[in-house]
Every structure is written in structure tokens, then in C-alpha cells.
């Protein structure tokens, strides 16, 4: 049996032969002679804790990739319909309003009709869109655009209460809200330097200087960690082509764990590689415990929060509702929602294209527009 070093020396010992044991059961802490000690439970419960986070982040992961074809291949194509039936809406629509027959109050909602679907249009590079909606808007894009930048510059001096740095142009939406995002931020950092500075003119509390202690101590730790990986693992070391490809892999792998600061990660690379045993791990004093406890705390919320993130991401780019479960069987559900959906949408325009030929339905489409978008508004300021 290949020599187990302590894994907090300062000796570099030499890797061996790779076994492969991703599992952080292997990592737990176990005793024959008596019960674990209130640190190591704590330490076993959050390498539980991050072994089921990662899971979920995989088959998050898994489910996503698995649906993302079928979801783009069922309704691209109907989008593509939907844009290509909302282009003959609009151009007959044009076409329409150049003849006689329609009152200023008619006239005045197929323009507002024509403008909004130009400009639903237009946001996705469609140029002629552009140009027709400017042809019948009294305010083209470019300057509504602008009129939706001061917008929002206005509505963030209010809430930053000063006024936005000229320094940088401030030409598209995406860069008022990034200034207005930044300087939250440097609000933010400025109010926690004073804060800090207020704190540092008193004498920090025991419980303080126990936490930055603890703080530092963990630091070292997964640094030492690492830096055994690191030497251990060095492939400009090895002679061997194999071996030197093994362990660059190896390496790669450990770098990545570290910048993340995945301590089980580094732990398993340990385990894998046959730098250390379970047995070793177990031996851990107590005080080695809390500091690793401490990290995997850390690394703990990292996952929940990516885990957060990662869910919101995927319910926004396949259309389910914030309170949806991310499960196959609801994606699959809500596929065909939305593809029926669409197919329904896409029905009603090509009826809706074929009858407004009929000056008299057209009149009464009109009316029927206008009273729906008085109806939304209505419902939109009650909200």
C-alpha cells in the first residue's frame, strides 16, 4: 500500500496511480471507537449538502440540453410564420391606408397597429420595418429610442439622487442602465468603506476577531491543498508521454476546482490520484475541521446561488412560469402550450389577413382593436 500522507504537512509526496472515486461519500467522516464530534457532523451534513447541489445542477443541466433542440426546432418555424404573417400585415395595412374610404379615427388606429407591429419588427433587424414605421409615425424609432433613453436615465438619477457621469455616451438603453448599475455598485462600495472605516475606529469584538481568524485559517488551508495537488501533479515533471497527458488533464482540472474554490473537488483529485486516503481525511484535528467546514459553507451558497441563476436562466429561454418545476415532463408540457398557442395565433392572422379584404370586416377589425387596447391599458394602470 502506497505511503497516505497527512494532508496538512508541509512534505510533497509523489502521485501514483489514479482510482476513481468522484463520491463525496468518501470524503465523510467516520469512527469506529466513538461518535463523531459536533464539527465532523456538521462537515458530513454540508458534503451531503453539496453532493445533492450538484446534482441538481447536472441533471439541470442534462434537461435543458436534452430539450433545447426540440424546443428551437418546434417553434423557430412558427416564429419565422408568425414574422412572415405579421410583414403581410403590415404591408397591406400600408398599402391600405395610401386609399380612400377610411375615417381620421380608423385611419389613426391602423396607423397605431401598422407602428406597433413595425416596431416588433424592426427590433429584430428588419429594415424596410424601420423605414415604414417612420413613413407613418410622427416620431420615428431613433427618436423614441431616445425618448426611452432619457426615460430611464431619469428614473435612475432619481433613485441614485444625482445625476449619471457624462463622461462615457450614453447612446443606447443597455449603457444608461449599465452607468446606472455601476455607480450603484460604487455607492455601495463607498458606503461600506465608510463603514469599515467607522468599524476599524472601534476594538473589534472577540466574536470579530474568531471569525477573521477563521477566515484566514480556511484561506490556508485550500491554498494547501492546492499547492500539494500542484506539486504533485506538475506535468512538466514527468518524462513519461502518458503519464505528463494524465496529469496535465489532472492539473487542468485542479486549477479549475481551485479558482472556484471546490474544496470537495480538490479532496476527490486527492482521493483519485492516491495522495491521500479516507482514512487520512478522518484523522483531521478538530481545528482543521472548522476551517474546512467553514469553506464548504462557502462553497455551499456558490452552489445555491448557481443553482438559483441557472434555473431562472432556463425558464426564461424555454417560456415557463418562475413557479414551474424544471422537469422534463413540464417542459414537454409546456411545449405543446406554446406550440398550440402559436398555431392558434398564427391561424387567427392568416384569417384575420384574408377577411380584412372586406372594407366593412375591416372597419369592424378596426373598432375591435381599439377597444381591446383601450381594455389592456386599462388593466395595465390598474396593475
Known amino acids: 500500500m502506497p505511503h497516505q500522507f497527512d494532508l496538512f504537512t508541509d512534505e510533497i509526496p509523489s502521485a501514483s496511480k489514479q482510482t476513481v472515486n468522484n463520491s463525496t461519500t468518501a470524503l465523510k467522516l467516520t469512527t469506529q471507537d466513538s461518535q463523531l464530534t459536533p464539527g465532523q457532523q456538521r462537515f458530513n451534513r454540508l458534503l451531503e449538502r453539496i453532493e445533492k447541489l450538484k446534482k441538481q445542477l447536472l441533471e439541470l443541466q442534462a434537461i435543458s ?37 377610411l375615417t381620421p379615427t380608423q385611419k389613426r388606429i391602423a396607423t ?66 449599465n452607468a446606472g448599475i455601476a455607480r450603484f455598485r460604487e455607492a455601495a462600495a463607498e458606503e461600506d468603506a465608510r463603514q469599515q472605516a467607522r468599524t476599524s475606529k472601534r476594538k473589534p469584538t472577540a466574536a470579530q476577531l474568531k471569525a477573521e481568524a477563521e477566515q484566514q485559517e480556511a484561506e490556508t488551508t485550500l ?18 508521454p502518458d503519464e505528463r497527458t494524465r496529469k496535465t488533464a489532472l492539473m487542468s482540472e485542479a486549477n479549475a476546482a481551485y479558482d472556484r474554490r471546490d474544496l470537495v473537488a480538490l479532496l476527490q483529485i486527492q482521493l483519485r490520484t492516491e495522495l491521500t486516503d479516507t482514512a487520512s481525511i478522518a484523522k483531521m484535528a478538530e481545528e482543521k475541521i472548522a476551517s474546512l467546514t467553514l469553506l464548504l459553507r462557502q462553497q455551499v451558497k456558490e452552489l445555491e446561488d448557481e ?18 418545476t424544471l422537469s422534463t415532463a413540464h ?11 402559436l398555431k392558434e395565433d398564427i391561424d387567427a392572422m392568416r384569417e384575420d389577413l384574408q377577411l380584412i379584404q372586406d372594407d366593412k370586416f375591416f372597419k369592424r377589425w378596426l373598432k375591435d382593436h381599439h377597444q381591446l387596447s383601450r381594455a389592456i391599458s386599462i388593466d395595465d394602470f390598474d396593475d
Open 65 to 101: 440540453d436534452a430539450h433545447r433542440p426540440l424546443y428551437h426546432q418546434t417553434i423557430a418555424p412558427l416564429h419565422e410564420r408568425q414574422r412572415v404573417l405579421t410583414r403581410e400585415m403590415v404591408l397591406w395595412l400600408d398599402e391600405r391606408l395610401q386609399r380612400k374610404g
Open 112 to 177: 397605431t397597429i401598422l407602428c406597433n407591429l413595425c416596431e416588433q419588427l424592426a427590433a429584430h433587424g428588419d429594415e424596410e420595418m424601420q423605414i415604414l414605421h417612420d413613413k407613418h409615425s410622427t416620431a420615428s424609432l431613433a427618436q423614441k429610442e431616445q425618448a426611452s433613453i432619457m426615460e430611464m436615465r431619469a428614473m435612475m438619477e432619481d433613485m441614485l439622487g444625482e445625476p449619471l457621469a457624462d463622461d462615457d455616451p450614453l447612446e443606447t438603453m443597455q449603457d444608461v442602465f
Open 223 to 240: 491554498r494547501k491543498v492546492f499547492r500539494l495537488l500542484a506539486s504533485a501533479l506538475h506535468p512538466d515533471r514527468e518524462n513519461d
Open 307 to 324: 443553482l438559483h441563476h441557472r434555473r431562472h436562466a432556463a425558464r426564461n429561454e424555454f417560456g415557463l412560469e418562475f413557479y414551474e
Open 331 to 341: 417542459l414537454k408540457r409546456n411545449l405543446r402550450r406554446e406550440e398550440a398557442s
